[in-house]
């Protein structure tokens, strides 16, 4: 069935005219149509004006079978949520609350805390219990304007328990019309009964984790902690070229902790994207504009655990592909709500409000190579829409802290 949305104070499409991402200065051009309207099957079939659409239902070029009145909203692109790991167990509020007492984020991780308190929790689980976390926060993510999200494991650190991440991502699939990317991050930590042997375990990953992730076909991609504290730049070069010799892409976790060179290494293996980047060099900038590598901005992170935020400008206006995410995880930035992440990168990081609407769709598509089909409201892509009880864009920027988002609409059938 044809719906029509109609009215709509601001409907932001985000058009690319087909482009499959936005750089520099095309950031600040959202396609914005006032009084807008939009038809669509599982398909978006038609974008323009509400005086548009009613001349085509006059003259009989389109009869909607659903009729939506718009007025006073919002409709944007839904939000495509390019890195997150929101398949865990475990849980680490009390952690968090020490770290409010002053204990760091690295001093909790030198203790056998942090991610490896996460690990404990993953490696417990059963591969439902797993799933059922996921889909918590995924519905909720959607709840909030998010229609496609990547995934991460990297919580199990064993062959089995690693597969049980993924597996779970597998039931999400399965389970919910979102759409789901996911990725292997075996390399996230270096489990403790490897802490003497990193060599092993790395030698593990490479021979016997990513061919059966890569032979069961359950990760699209192949990422790796490269960063001062996990891997090194060796090391994770010869665990990112394990997982391309089998056949999987790259999402790299890039220069978080420290100016580590990391996004140069990805950006010279061809990694789709970098991600995190809080202390990426001019070289690496370079690096990733000339690769076409995605920069994911993960502002979440810096928030939570109190760190310089990624330097947005530099990244945006050296024309890199530049992309927001929630890096949605029990220890680093555990919140799947995009609006919350656009809010921190006007105030924090200094993007324009067009700009930050920009990297949370299209170019978040463009993170995981599905901006063919979403991230734009354009006719032909996936009907992946988000309503928002809001005049304008803007308001959404404005009155901060809310959730402004009254309806989700995924394949062109509502979902919240
Ligand atoms: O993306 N940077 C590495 N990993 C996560 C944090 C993981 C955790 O603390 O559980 C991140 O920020
Ligand atoms: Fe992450």
């Not at 069961?216 to 891997?231: L, N």
């Not at 990694?271 to 995605?294: P, Q, Y």
């Not at 945006?316 to 656009?342: H, K, R, W, Y």
């Not at 309503?387 to 509502?414: K, V």
Request: with cysteine; charged share 20%.
């Amino acid at each position: 069935m044809q719906t029509l949305i109609k009215n709509i104070s601001s409907l932001v499409t985000v058009d690319a005219e087909g482009g499959k991402f936005k750089t520099g200065s095309d950031m600040r051009d959202i396609g914005e149509i006032r009084d807008g309207a939009i038809l669509f099957g599982e398909k978006i079939e038609w974008v323009g004006t509400t005086a548009e659409a009613k001349e085509k239902m006059a003259n009989g070029s389109i009869n909607p079978g659903n009729i939506i009145e718009a007025a006073g909203k919002t409709v944007l692109p839904g939000f495509v949520d390019s890195h997150t790991h929101i398949v865990f167990g475990g849980n680490r509020s009390r952690e968090f609350a020490r770290r409010l007492r002053g204990a760091t984020y690295q001093e909790i991780a030198a203790e056998g805390g942090g991610i490896l308190t996460s690990v404990k929790g993953t490696r417990n689980a059963s591969i439902d219990e797993l799933a059922e976390t996921g889909y918590k926060l995924a519905v909720s993510a959607a709840m909030h304007g998010t229609t496609a999200m990547e995934v991460k494991s990297g919580y199990g650190l064993t062959l089995q328990s690693e597969l049980n991440q993924l597996r779970a991502i597998k039931i999400l699939q399965k389970e919910l019309p979102m759409h789901f990317s996911s990725t292997f991050l075996g390399a996230h930590d270096i489990p403790t009964e490897f802490k003497d042997n990193r060599g092993k375990y790395i030698d593990l990953i490479c021979n016997e984790m990513i061919p059966a992730v890569a032979k069961e076909g359950i990760a699209e991609y192949c990422d790796a902690f490269i960063d001062k504290g996990y891997y090194t730049l060796e090391e994770g070069r010869k665990i990112l070229q394990a997982g391309l010799d089998n056949g999987m892409k790259l999402k790299v976790h890039c220069d978080e902790l420290a100016s580590f060179g990391s996004s140069e290494l990805a950006a010279g293996m061809g990694a789709v994207s970098a991600d995190h980047l809080l202390f990426i060099s001019d070289k690496g900038t370079a690096a990733l504009r000339e690769a076409g590598t995605v920069a994911t901005l993960l502002p979440g992170t810096a928030y939570f655990i109190r760190m310089p935020y990624a330097p947005a400008r530099k990244i945006i206006d050296s024309g890199v592909i530049t992309a927001l995410s929630t890096d949605c995880n029990p220890g680093s930035s555990f919140t799947e709500n995009m609006q919350l992440i656009l809010s921190l990168a006007v105030i924090n990081m200094n993007m324009t409000a067009e700009e930050a609407i920009v990297a949370a769709t299209l170019n978040g598509a463009a993170a995981i190579e599905q901006s063919h089909r979403m991230g734009s409201l354009e006719p032909g892509k996936d009907a992946n829409l988000a309503i928002a009880d809001c005049r304008s864009y803007t308001d959404i920027f404005y009155h901060f802290g809310i959730n402004h988002i009254e309806e989700t609409w995924i394949n062109g059938e509502r979902f919240v």
